[in-house]
């Protein structure tokens, strides 16, 4: 079995006109057998959010949704687990805190069955939270102490779907440009990808190509190519030379393996 | 002669601190003889402004500024001007509305006498919308018609005294990103410049390269390298691949000719 799609999403994604993306989430599921389930691990507001999407998913795929409102890790080791994982077509992850997803669910035995069920094909769909903890590394949060003049950018580890990559949500409506720049600057092996609002990026072919859809674009800075990064000597404003930027709007085909735009 | 240097700033520069970038500023100046020259053209209002700047320069500086409020293109012809301007060492532009500085100034007898004696040498100094004038090709604003789901942007002629370069100021404070991207897809043969608020490029070597001085960072965007613009066909969210980018701090040297940044 081939790993299933991704489908990430930069948050506040339209839930009430076109329903665009979470369209696409419900299709992709569609090819596959069984109901979409939402975990609600991200959000303080578990009942409310995951009501919302249980209607919007079961109108959109046709099948009642399987909530999972694991919120400790204690749940998260609970035996009917396993067996539901394995009966899903997808599983979608409700925006929140990314740190409450990785840490409430890391190493349980949910997250070791939701690896096992995504490399047999599960569709993965996050928002915003549920974006950001898709890679392997991920940003949890940044902070600008005014008084000592100094950033920091908390990272951690996400849960994995894919490699060299971060992942920043809300990307130009919070302004997310300088985080996601640090973030390159402190790893540049990876591919920095800023996802707006209401905008998506569906990973396929096994997390070698992704297509962007919705609403605003999608940005990638590519450390790789930096020819100079003087973070290490300068805690303030850092400088770093040659990184190969694209801006991606709906449509547009990116390979995460060569790192080049497909060109159609 | 050689051609005067620039200091272009990203506007909302520190007057009350350790004014770093107005003293770089009247420093460059005081390598030549005479007076500084404040052009309040931008502003609607000059005589605060102008006054402002007045107190600063005289403090820094340490000969009393000469104001020139040039708020009509018949006092932008004035005859006394090509001597006054012939006596300064730097002329230094406020900020405001880029389109007043090229609307009343664009073509007078002032704008002539400026270009010659910045051949001359005369610094030329400038803050957000002084700063934005400064290229051949500027930005005059942005707009979006959500009704119509197009943004526009206004693109007009500034004072020249760059050639292929876009700049953009208040850059990371107002979230600039998406209209100097559209600036570039509509014109990749230049440089897209943003510069962030207190933060500054001194422009050197008639125009072949420049350091960044100030708090924050300067944001270079090459279009040159770009493969793909779909802009003719996409009204909406375009897309741009393969920009050469830098984000470079103080102390950051970068060669307009060779568009590299210089490592030393």
Redesign the interface.
Do not use: K, Q
């Given at each position: 079995m081939a790993k299933g799609d991704l489908l990430i999403i930069g948050g506040n994604e339209d839930k009430s006109e076109n329903k665009l993306i979470l369209s696409r989430f419900a299709a992709l599921c569609r090819n596959r057998q069984g109901p979409i389930g939402i975990l609600t691990t991200a959000t303080g507001l578990p009942e409310e959010v995951g009501s919302e999407y249980e209607k919007l998913f079961k109108s959109l795929h046709g099948i009642k949704p399987i909530l999972f409102h694991l919120d400790s890790r204690e749940k998260a080791e609970d035996s009917s687990l396993p067996e539901q994982l394995s009966s899903l077509s997808g599983l979608f992850m409700t925006g929140g805190d990314q740190l409450r997803l990785t840490s409430i669910l890391g190493g349980t035995s949910f997250y070791k069955h939701l690896h096992k069920q995504w490399n047999n094909g599960l569709i993965i769909g996050g928002t915003s939270a549920g974006a950001a903890v898709m890679s392997r590394l991920m940003i949890i949060s940044s902070k600008l102490f005014e008084k000592e003049e100094i950033s920091v950018l908390e990272m951690g580890s996400g849960f994995g779907f894919l490699e060299d990559v971060i992942i920043d949500q809300h990307f130009?409506q919070r302004?997310r440009?300088?985080r996601l720049?640090r973030a390159i600057a402190l790893n540049p092996q990876i591919i920095g990808i800023g996802i707006d609002e209401n905008?998506a990026i569906w990973v396929h072919n096994e997390g070698e190509q992704f297509e962007?859809i919705g609403?605003?674009?999608v940005?990638i800075?590519d450390g790789k190519t930096s020819?100079?990064i003087?973070i290490a000597e300068?805690k303030?404003?850092?400088?770093?030379?040659?990184?190969?930027?694209?801006?991606?709007?709906?449509?547009?085909v990116f390979n995460l393996h060569t790192r080049?735009?497909i060109?159609s």
């Open positions: 130009s302004d440009f300088s720049m905008t962007v609403e605003y674009n940005s800075f020819t100079y003087d300068n303030g404003n850092m400088t770093i030379s040659d990184i190969r930027f694209h801006t991606l709007g709906a449509g547009a080049e735009m060109i």
